[in-house]
């Protein structure tokens, strides 16, 4: 078992920047992928992006890439998701998981889930 809690998020214009950090409970977890995905209101749960251990080889939607940045602070244990120039469309509730798949995208995958974190974006 391990427990993710994330943080950072908040209310912000179009434009501005946001820093998601998920910190997890343990630090002797190998072969894994730590993915961040957000739900928009009404909408389903997507992917956003991913980060994979050891290695940290990085996953991007199409939508965020080139806005977003996953890394991995191995001091802290934490993933963070670097949000760059948002949008209102980013409004919405992120969340950080875990899979032990080698499916990053895959929501289906992730056994282990932070509460979430809500950004909201205004124009």
């Known amino acids: 078992q391990v427990q993710l809690v994330e943080s950072g998020g908040g209310l912000v214009q179009a434009g501005d920047s946001l820093r998601l950090s998920c910190a997890a409970s343990?630090?002797?977890?190998?072969?894994?992928?730590t993915g961040w995905f957000r739900q928009h209101p009404g909408k389903e749960r997507e992917f956003v992006a991913a980060?994979?251990?050891?290695?940290?080889?990085?996953y991007y939607a199409s939508s965020v890439n080139g806005r977003f940045t996953i890394s991995r602070d191995n001091a802290e244990n934490t993933v963070t998701l670097q949000l760059s120039g948002l949008k209102p469309d980013d409004t919405a509730t992120y969340y950080c998981?875990?899979?032990?798949?080698?499916?990053?995208?895959?929501?289906?995958?992730?056994?282990?889930w932070g509460q979430g974190t809500q950004v909201t974006v205004s124009s």
């Open positions: 998981a875990i899979t032990y798949s080698n499916l990053p995208a895959s929501i289906g995958h992730y056994p282990y």
């Open positions: 343990r630090r002797d977890l190998n072969n894994y992928i």
């Open positions: 980060i994979k251990k050891p290695g940290d080889m990085t």
